[in-house]
Nanobody, 118 residues
Framework: QVQLLESGGGLVQAGGSLRLSCAASGLKFSSAFMGWFRQAPGKEREFVAR???????SYADSVKGRFTISRDNAKNTVYLQMNGLKPEDTAVYYC????????????WGQGTEVTVSS
């Protein structure tokens, strides 16, 4: 059974930083593409960042230069370092796994809430 467990969310002031973690189990983590998504209140879920099995990364324009995705294959964990947080970054952040590397995410975590106060 695949499980993705996010942690690290919380309340932070604008300009602050948070690091989200997503611990994966039950899948071939080292060969999976991993992504972070977010959903703000009243809005659709949106892509934030993605990292391939070899470390290739992509980001949404809204977070480029502020967020960094990384992975530790020895720990089956993917991270999202968020710096320079803005109130518009407030959302529930979800970790997702694309196990077959076909661009479709097969598994999702339950989410961790990030609130950025102005």
């Amino acid at each position: 059974q695949v499980q993705l467990l996010e942690s690290g969310g919380g309340l932070v002031q604008a300009g602050g930083s948070l690091r989200l973690s997503c611990a994966a189990s039950g899948l071939k983590f080292s060969s999976a593409f991993m992504g972070w998504f977010r959903q703000a209140p009243g809005k659709e879920r949106e892509f934030v960042a993605r990292i391939g099995w070899s470390g290739g990364k992509s980001y949404a324009d809204s977070v480029k230069g502020r967020f960094t995705i990384s992975r530790d294959n020895a720990k089956n964990t993917v991270y999202l370092q968020m710096n320079g947080l803005k109130p518009e970054d407030t959302a529930v952040y979800y970790c997702a796994a694309d196990e077959s590397a076909d661009g479709r995410y097969d598994y999702w975590g339950q989410g961790t809430e990030v609130t950025v106060s102005s």
